[in-house]
């Protein structure tokens, strides 16, 4: 058991593979709110877990809550309503977390993840109070969940390789491009629904995720903002090291004339320059 949870804790946390830090973070706090929920169930409390997220950790819809819940555009990513709100974010994250990171770095993935979270924030915000459909009914309005950051991860993935192919159930072998797209519809035609505020977010999510692998081909990496910047050194001032002299053909006449000065004067009378030539011509 103990090896269990030590394995779990080097995968989530210490081995650098964000697609196993951001399912283990995501499944983490889903099971310690819902193991809370479960005794405060049984103590018959009044506080209800649930209620207290949303108003907590989860995005408001109207904007004059965002100056003391600013924070919340990143916090609501990582909690859920339920544990099926729970599996199908995860699973989506393991398939096309694990296609990204085959082609990209862990920076990127953090980028996307996270930007793709805020972006489908800011759209579920500017959704509400900008289409008249949502006027009036937007007062304590809340939206949690990873979707929106999945699904910049899914369709990142599907704009880089679009042609890379799956194997789904009951379907058989299915192009990431076409996932996508169903992802992306079904959000779209979601608007209309109960949820058109978290639709909004997912769609926010996809648009970050199809513009930043199309800055990404050309040329221009989104992620190096996360980029680690060199730390300054301070450099002692050292002698520079003597660069030894390269001998490529060591000619007969000055071989001669260094064998006379040794038979002159010895061996020890040779400078650095002249033993160099001569070790040069022995090994020639």
Do not use: C
């Amino acid at each position: 058991m103990n090896n269990t949870f030590r394995d779990l804790k080097f995968k989530i946390f210490q081995s650098g593979n964000p697609l196993f830090l951001y399912i283990g973070l995501n499944t983490i706090i889903f099971l310690v709110t819902t193991v809370l929920s479960v005794f405060l169930f049984l103590a018959k409390s009044d506080f209800m877990i649930s209620e207290w997220i949303r108003n907590y950790f989860g995005v408001p819809a109207a904007i004059s809550a965002l100056p003391t819940r600013f924070y919340t555009v990143v916090t609501y990513m990582f909690f859920h309503d339920g544990f099926l709100h729970l599996l199908f974010n995860m699973l989506g994250l393991f398939w096309f977390g694990n296609i990204f990171m085959n082609f990209l770095k862990s920076r990127q993935f953090h980028f996307v993840y996270l930007a793709g979270g805020i972006t489908g924030a800011l759209l579920y915000i500017a959704g509400l109070n900008i289409f008249p459909a949502f006027a009036g009914g937007i007062i304590g309005q809340t939206v949690i969940g990873s979707s929106a950051a999945v699904m910049a991860i899914i369709v990142a993935t599907a704009t880089l390789v679009p042609n890379y192919a799956i194997m789904m159930m009951f379907i058989g072998e299915v192009k990431i491009k076409w996932v996508a797209i169903v992802y992306f519809f079904i959000s779209f035609i979601g608007l209309s629904s109960a949820n058109a505020g978290g639709n909004l977010a997912h769609i926010g999510g996809a648009i970050l995720g199809f513009a930043f692998i199309k800055s990404l081909q050309r040329g221009r990496d989104w992620s190096k903002l996360f980029e680690r910047k060199p730390k300054l050194r301070v450099v002692k001032n050292e002698k520079p090291p003597v660069k030894k002299p390269a001998f490529k053909d060591v000619s007969q006449q000055e071989i001669d004339a260094i064998l006379d000065k040794i038979s002159s004067s010895g061996y020890d009378k040779l400078t650095a320059t002249e033993r160099e030539k001569l070790f040069k011509a022995s090994k020639d």
